[in-house]
């Protein structure tokens, strides 16, 4: 914070000239030389880079045996630091125990690509990201602080789960009935996520890194409305082709009922007003799934769909007053109503007069979008 500013405030009358002198000798006490450490930062990234170079320059001249080695003795290192200075380190920063631990779990993760580049291996790449999960995400679970290991988590999970579903159905294009064993095991499978919010939930209460568990909920609860926001832009496209009780129309219905299992866990887990409104979005985002492939390839209905679904996150956040939430609720109905007018009036674009009334529509959206978002929207607060 400038002492400009601080002055700025006092001048305006915000703050008296106590709090003023005070703040300034704490700015002063805590000032941190940003220009120096620019320069340390410059300096430790060259040689960063540097040995990079070197190493990839000679990569192939270093025996594996011994990349191996050092490979899992920096694995072993940061593991290491973390289980006997885990306390030192936080005291000193937070941040340094959350980044040790995600640089100890992508060095775990790199460690079975390079295993398989030594020795010539190949396998579905689910496999080894199975391993890494039952390796590093206890561990993550753990010690996870912040954002950037509930990502990790979240991210290895979705991304393992899709790879084993891709492996074996090709992303959705296996045959067979509407009640076939196999690909409701697939279709379950790639649910599985969404299961972590419930747990997160109860988490949170119980432990003191209650921010890492907020994240994971909320990361949870994205791949829940994306799943449902996927599922309706599939739709809108007639990605799905068939109708009744097929194959997808049942994977659906079940990836849904998992959605809406888990939202009831978390509102289960954390009763207060943001569990019941989180909850009750991913059940929202749940029933939306199969509704989204009984309307495929009708574009007003998928549409209304789609946009129910995010009035409904809207007014969820307007009760537990989530203001970043309710904009980007507001952005999104703005975006899927241009979306639509270009849908219901393709053959108006082929001339300069749709065009225009084109453009005009888009404009209005948008001024109507922003008046509505600073109208309506909650007062800032801290989401949870």
Not at 78 to 92: C, D, I, K
Not at 135 to 157: I, K, N, Q
Not at 231 to 239: E, F, M, V, Y
Request: aromatic fraction near 10%; glycine fraction near 12%; charged fraction near 10%.
């Amino acid at each position: 914070m400038s002492a400009r500013k601080i002055a700025a405030w006092h001048d305006a009358g915000l703050i008296d000239a106590g709090t003023r002198d005070r703040l300034l000798a704490y700015e002063a006490q805590h000032a941190r030389p940003l220009a120096l450490w620019a320069v340390f930062g410059i300096g430790a990234l060259a040689i960063g880079l540097g040995l990079v170079s070197v190493v990839a320059a000679n990569w192939e001249d270093i025996p594996g045996q011994l990349r191996l080695s050092v490979h899992f003795a920096l694995i072993v290192t940061a593991l290491g630091a973390l289980f006997w200075r885990e306390e030192r380190l936080a005291a000193a920063s937070p941040w340094a125990v959350e980044a040790l631990l995600f640089v100890a779990a992508a060095l775990g993760l790199t460690f079975f690509g390079h295993i398989g580049q030594v020795y010539q291996t190949s396998s579905p790449l689910w496999q080894p990201l199975a391993v890494w999960l039952a390796l590093f995400a206890p561990l993550l679970l753990l010690m996870g602080r912040g954002w950037l290991t509930a990502a990790a988590v979240m991210g290895g999970m979705t991304w393992c789960a899709w790879e084993y579903v891709g492996a074996n159905t090709g992303f959705g294009s296996a045959g067979g009935g509407g009640t076939d064993p196999a690909y409701l095991w697939l279709a379950l499978v790639s649910a599985l996520p969404v299961l972590a919010a419930p747990l997160a939930a109860a988490m949170r209460a119980r432990s003191i890194r209650g921010d890492f568990w907020r994240r994971v909920e909320q990361l949870a609860l994205a791949y829940a409305v994306g799943g449902a926001s996927f599922a309706c832009a599939l739709a809108s496209a007639g990605g799905f082709g068939e109708g009744g009780l097929s194959t997808e129309g049942v994977g659906m219905a079940l990836r849904g009922a998992v959605a809406a299992l888990a939202g009831l866990g978390v509102m289960l887990a954390r009763p207060d007003v943001s569990g019941r409104m989180a909850g009750a979005i991913m059940v929202g985002a749940g029933a939306v799934m199969p509704l989204a492939h009984a309307t495929d390839d009708l574009t007003l209905a998928v549409a209304l769909l789609f946009m129910a679904l995010w009035i409904g996150i809207a007014a969820a956040a307007l009760v537990a007053h989530w203001r970043g939430v309710f904009q980007l609720s507001v952005g999104v109905i703005a975006l899927r109503l241009i979306i639509l007018s270009f849908e219901l009036a393709g053959d108006l674009l082929a001339s300069g007069f749709g065009l225009i009334l084109s453009g005009l529509l888009i404009l209005g959206v948008a001024w109507a979008a922003v008046r509505v978002s600073k109208a309506f929207a909650p007062r800032p607060e801290a989401e949870t």
